[in-house]
């Protein structure tokens, strides 16, 4: 298990940007893949973004493409997602999660979450 932190959530104006990041504690050790989830209050938790760490190989929910980017630091054991052109759909709870096998297997590590809320 690794400890993941969060951090870098805020309130900005729609347009603006964001920059979040998650530490893992320990390093990238036997953790393959690394996500960002978000959830809002009556919504279903969505995948946002998710980079398989061998290659750096990103993914994006369809929402984001274009506007997020999902990118690792292997050094510092941070990953992160850039948020730009940001619209009020976005304003929601935003996990880091790792696990271990394959980006498709259960995402067995979570941060603690960090509130993104985006205004018209």
């Known amino acids: 298990q690794v400890h993941l932190v969060e951090s870098g959530g805020g309130a900005v104006k729609a347009g603006g940007s964001l920059t979040l990041s998650c530490g893992a504690d320990?390093?990238?050790?036997?953790?393959?893949?690394f996500a960002w989830f978000r959830q809002s209050p009556g919504k279903e938790r969505e995948k946002v973004a998710m980079?398989?760490?061998?290659?750096?190989?990103?993914s994006y929910h369809a929402s984001v493409k274009g506007r997020f980017t999902i990118t690792q630091d292997y050094a510092k054991a941070t990953v992160y997602l850039q948020m730009n052109s940001l619209k009020p759909e976005d304003t929601a709870k935003y996990y880091c999660?790792?696990?271990?096998?394959?980006?498709?297997?259960?995402?067995?590590?979570w941060g603690q979450g960090t509130q993104v809320t985006v205004s018209s």
């Open positions: 999660a790792a696990q271990p096998t394959n980006c498709y297997g259960d995402f067995v590590d």
């Open positions: 980079i398989y760490i061998p290659t750096s190989e990103p």
């Open positions: 320990g390093g990238f050790y036997s953790r393959i893949c």
